[in-house]
């Protein structure tokens, strides 16, 4: 595999110039399925937002659509579902569409970015300095250190795998916001102050986090969407349970989209504490202010809203709660 990548980084040794506006070649066919639309959709925030439709005429449909490219884009025939992640290119490009899987059997032809792209994901996330050190220039880098990385990394190194993507990715959105995010994580360091918000529970009054910090309040950020999240409550619940009593509170923010799915996961998962949302999914106002780029997560903090610990999951959660409560 670590010739394969290699390989790619050869065929992407031209310099990739800033995105720049341009008129799509994309055409393709639909496989598995009969539907009268594909959805061409934009990724922005880890969300996609249908930008052009187009009709599918005996299993064929074709997009001329101007857009910003090279890019990450979405191709699907259900805008409510998770669309093909295709990276697009000012070539023209093929696509075998099949629904299967998640359309994990569609095929790409014509795109070297998507070529990159596969060969990073079946090599299982190899280790982000390298893979930039050998793609400098492509697009993908900057995504896939901003999408699969940006939650596991230091903001020191956040900002050192920056350095190494080439000048012509700096301006791109996804440098520009991992640069946001660093500063924002600056911040949140432990023994630094954790930020205030405001924001509506279920019944749709305001929650102020200032107001609520007893003990130790953890500010627990999940979804009722969210599988791990779901896995994790239990013993969220649990610790909830044993420490509740000792001075252990919790503020729930949620990441959902639809009021009525955040309100039955609090139901089923039997959640009975403060819970706020602002029902943004990903655009999240709370989720961006504590740098938020995966759920679950959570920060632990103390009565004069000073962060003490965060990511607690599993026993580590137990265990630090144990330590400052069973004195």
Not at 19 to 48: C, I, P, R, W
Not at 132 to 156: D, F, G, H, M, Q
Not at 247 to 266: Q, R
Request: glycine share 6%; hydrophobic share 40%; aromatic share 10%.
């Amino acid at each position: 595999m670590k010739k394969i990548l290699a390989g790619f980084a050869l065929l992407l040794g031209v310099a990739q110039t800033q995105a720049q506006e341009s008129n799509l070649k994309l055409k393709g066919t639909v496989a598995d399925t009969v539907v009268s639309y594909v959805y061409l959709q934009k990724f922005h925030n880890k969300m996609f937002t249908t930008i052009d439709s187009a009709k599918v005429k005996d299993g064929n449909f074709s997009f001329k659509t101007k857009v910003k490219i090279p890019e990450l884009y979405g191709l699907s025939v259900n805008t409510e579902e998770s669309p093909l992640y295709i990276f697009l290119e000012k070539s023209p490009i093929n696509v075998k569409l099949s629904t299967k899987k998640y359309y994990s059997a569609s095929v790409v032809e014509g795109s070297e970015s998507q070529n990159l792209f596969d060969a990073y994901r079946k090599a299982k996330d190899p280790e982000i300095s390298k893979f930039i050190t050998e793609n400098p220039k492509s697009i993908v880098s900057a995504y896939v250190l901003y999408r699969n990385w940006s939650y596991r990394l230091t903001p020191e190194q956040i900002t050192g795998n920056i350095a190494l993507l080439d000048k012509s990715l700096q301006n791109t959105t996804y440098v520009k916001e991992l640069k946001e995010l660093v500063t924002v994580l600056d911040g949140l360091a432990v023994g630094k102050k954790a930020p205030d918000f405001t924001a509506n529970d279920p019944q749709g009054k305001a929650v102020r986090l200032s107001e609520n910090l007893k003990g130790y309040t953890l500010v627990d950020f999940w979804a009722s969407w969210c599988g791990p999240c779901r896995r994790e409550n239990p013993n969220v619940v649990a610790a909830y349970r044993e420490f509740h009593d000792k001075g252990f509170n919790i503020v729930g923010v949620s990441l959902d989209k639809k009021k009525e799915n955040w309100i039955k996961g609090i139901q089923e998962d039997n959640l009975s504490w403060l819970h706020v949302s602002d029902l943004l999914f990903w655009n999240s106002a709370v989720a961006k202010l504590y740098g938020v780029r995966a759920i679950p997560g959570n920060y632990l903090v103390d009565s004069k809203g000073i962060i003490v610990a965060k990511n607690l999951h599993g026993e580590e959660l137990q265990t630090t709660l144990k330590s400052l409560l069973n004195k």
